[in-house]
T-cell receptor, first 116, second 112 residues
Framework: EAGVTQSPTHLIKTRGQQATLRCSPI?????VYWYQQALGLGLQFLLW???????NRGNFPPRFSGRQFPNYSSELNVNALELEDSALYLC???????????????FGPGTRLTVL | SQQGEEDPQALSIQEGENATMNCSYK?????LQWYRQNSGRGLVHLIL?????REKHSGRLRVTLDTSKKSSSLLITASRAADTASYFC????????????FGAGTQVVVTP
């Protein structure tokens, strides 16, 4: 069974540009999550999508946005890039989190974004 | 902001020894998950323990959870060089679905 896949592996952009990162979940998973791992800041929750809807959002500015497609894959868009956006962006997927019980989140290999 | 803190920050042991790391957190949780990360790559899920469970085993891994103390521990027995990695605990808080909150991690180095 294929795991979570992310593309591209590396992305280099300059300040002010836009970046688009992509994620394909494990087959059967409907929830997709995005996390940022920046040096010195640890892993921070960005966004959670399920059934095409944004379900939860972390403490990030609106220039971080995304969407989930009917096939459950997802895109993370970062507009007006700043130097501090340089980080490893990790996508995870799970079965639908419901009833407050939570479920295992399986992570992809990540996209390393470098902003120059 | 991060929910939990791991202790120690770094751990250096020899092959065959046991490695123990601890995680403390602040709020009420649905479950706590442990992950491994090799050299800044993706996270590998190790084990999930629910808030109504006290101990769980998976191969050479043993996890405990004490919700009264808001703490968890991960024990790796008979460690191998391949266990060299960063280990993170992540809590699934009851007041915010889907949002795993990670600790800063413990860097484990296992020398042959």
């Amino acid at each position: 069974e294929a795991g979570v896949t992310q593309s591209p592996t590396h992305l280099i952009k300059t300040r002010g540009q836009q970046a688009t990162l992509r994620c394909s979940p494990i087959s059967g998973h409907t929830s997709v999550y995005w996390y940022q791992q920046a040096l010195g800041l640890g892993l921070q929750f960005l966004l959670w999508y399920d059934e095409g809807e944004e379900r939860n959002r972390g403490n990030f500015p609106p220039r971080f946005s995304g969407r989930q497609f009917p096939n459950y894959s997802s895109e993370l868009n970062v507009n007006a890039l700043e130097l501090e956006d340089s980080a490893l962006y990790l996508c995870a997927s799970s079965f639908m989190t419901s009833g407050g019980t939570g479920d295992t989140q399986y992570f992809g290999p990540g996209t390393r974004l470098t902003v120059l | 902001s991060q929910q939990g803190e791991e202790d120690p920050q770094a751990l250096s042991i020899q092959e065959g020894e046991n490695a123990t790391m601890n995680c403390s957190y602040k709020t009420s949780i649905n479950n706590l998950q442990w992950y491994r990360q090799n050299s800044g790559r993706g996270l590998v899920h190790l084990i999930l323990i629910r808030s109504n469970e006290r101990e769980k085993h998976s191969g050479r891994l043993r996890v405990t959870l004490d919700t009264s103390k808001k703490s968890s521990s991960l024990l790796i027995t008979a460690s191998r060089a391949a266990d060299t990695a960063s280990y993170f605990c992540a809590t699934d808080p009851t007041d915010s679905w889907g949002k795993l909150q990670f600790g800063a991690g413990t860097q484990v180095v296992v020398t042959p």
